[in-house]
């Protein structure tokens, strides 16, 4: 079996070499990009951070992080229409990220709860799904939340 490989320009990480099958398909594409369907996941070294790099467009990429691990008593029930819209089989499919904004002022960092990127890592395909549920804000200070979720 040979393995095809690209090379993924990005503005962060400069030329990247990606096998084909790291490649994830957004078929709607993201909102306010939706003309963008293929994207990669790179995790930072460490830290808790991931990237969703644009394969099409080095000048896009969005923080991830996996949501279980600032708040771990999220949760939400995937719907039928996304189940089948990403060919999801079993619950070990999934993986759940939330895009992080990290702007100037670093304290002031935020995380989309309401809207997480599901993705189906067997079948390659994901997409941002907004919650219908009033637990989950747009924006989570994650460091507000993480000082006091430490105090506790």
Same mark, same amino acid.
């Given at each position: 079996? #040979?393995? @095809?490989? *690209? #090379? #993924?320009?990005?503005?962060?990480?400069? &030329?990247?070499?990606?096998?084909? &099958?790291?490649?994830?398909? /957004?078929?709607?594409?993201?909102?306010?990009?939706?003309?963008?369907?293929? /994207?990669?996941?790179?995790?930072?070294?460490?830290?808790?951070?991931?990237?969703? @790099? *644009?394969?099409?467009?080095?000048?896009?990429? /969005?923080?991830?992080?996996?949501?279980? &691990?600032?708040?771990?008593?999220?949760?939400?029930?995937?719907?039928?229409?996304?189940?089948?819209? !990403?060919?999801?089989?079993? *619950?070990?499919?999934?993986?759940?990220?939330?895009?992080?904004?990290?702007?100037?002022?670093?304290? @002031?960092?935020? #995380? $989309? !709860?309401?809207?997480?990127?599901?993705?189906?890592? $067997?079948?390659?395909?994901?997409? @941002?799904?907004? !919650?219908?549920? &009033?637990?989950?804000?747009?924006?989570?200070? !994650?460091?507000?939340?993480?000082?006091?979720?430490?105090?506790?």
């Amino acid at each position: 079996m #040979v393995v @095809q490989r *690209s #090379v #993924v320009k990005s503005r962060v990480f400069g &030329e990247l070499e990606v096998s084909e &099958e790291n490649i994830i398909f /957004f078929e709607e594409g993201i909102p306010a990009f939706e003309n963008l369907k293929k /994207f990669v996941i790179i995790k930072e070294d460490e830290g808790p951070f991931y990237w969703l @790099q *644009s394969v099409e467009d080095k000048d896009i990429a /969005f923080v991830l992080i996996n949501p279980f &691990e600032i708040k771990p008593d999220y949760e939400f029930d995937i719907p039928d229409d996304v189940v089948k819209k !990403l060919e999801i089989d079993s *619950s070990q499919d999934v993986a759940v990220f939330c895009i992080v904004v990290i702007p100037e002022d670093v304290k @002031q960092t935020r #995380v $989309n !709860l309401k809207a997480p990127v599901i993705i189906n890592v $067997n079948k390659r395909k994901g997409m @941002q799904y907004l !919650l219908d549920d &009033e637990r989950y804000p747009i924006r989570y200070y !994650l460091f507000e939340n993480l000082d006091s979720n430490s105090q506790k």
